[in-house]
T-cell receptor, first 113, second 115 residues
């Protein structure tokens, strides 16, 4: 079984500043890793996913994440945020042989002008 | 741009009433998931189907919840009787396996309020 910990529940950030959202996972097997974004009153949208290969993964809207196997982390970053990036962000993990996703508790990002 | 659709988007009902939520998965996807999202519990997996067969519904209260896929284009989640503690946003997601990985795509959700 796997679990996901998102270390920050709320991240306030100023427009055009960088942001990093932290995610750590625990699993006894090899995993796939995902970041989803949920805008207010909407469903979850896939930002990016790590399957294998290069540890730096680029996603939509200028986001990227880095997989670190030794630290069991998959932190999400954006070098310069916009007001429209205000949303809740979820890290998720699945075992390579399973269909199910385990989600973190979410990190709320609030971008201020 | 294929999307998962869910109906209704909002539902207000009284305790004891039956609630039916519907989901149309993306055409060609062979897995369907039902999640519940609340402030207290976050995202919880209720049930999931592969090729219309239920694979796991251990996250669902069996006495009042039921999930079915009468055909490949429709998944339903029913609550009977509904209770105030069922108030939440219910998400359906459909998925497909490509390149060895299962990727899930979420619908917009059904916001349920049980009074």
């Amino acid at each position: 079984a796997q679990s996901v910990t998102q270390l920050d529940s709320q991240v306030p950030v100023f427009e055009e500043a960088p942001v990093e959202l932290r995610c750590n996972y625990s699993s006894s097997v090899s995993v796939y890793l995902f970041w989803y974004v949920q805008y207010p009153n909407q469903g979850l949208q896939l930002l990016l996913k790590y399957l294998s290969g290069s540890t730096l993964v680029k996603g939509i809207n200028g986001f990227e994440a880095e997989f670190n196997k030794s630290q069991t982390s998959f932190h999400l970053r954006k070098p310069s945020v916009h007001i429209s990036d205000t949303a809740e962000y979820f890290c998720a993990v699945s075992d390579r042989d399973d269909y199910k996703l385990s989600f973190g508790a979410g990190t709320t990002v609030t971008v201020r002008a | 741009d294929a999307r998962v659709t869910q109906t209704p988007r909002d539902k207000v009902t009284e305790m004891g009433q039956e609630v039916t939520m519907r989901c149309q998965p993306i055409l060609g996807h062979n897995t369907v998931f039902w999640y519940r999202q609340t402030m207290m519990q976050g995202l919880e997996l209720l049930a999931y189907f592969r090729n219309r067969a239920p694979l796991d519904d251990s996250g669902m209260p069996k006495d009042r919840f039921s999930a079915e896929m009468p055909d490949a284009t429709l998944a339903t989640l029913k609550i009977q009787p509904s209770e105030p503690r069922d108030s939440a946003v219910y998400f359906c997601a459909s998925g497909h396996r490509a390149g060895g990985v299962e990727t899930q795509y979420f619908g917009p959700g059904t916001r349920l309020l049980v009074l």
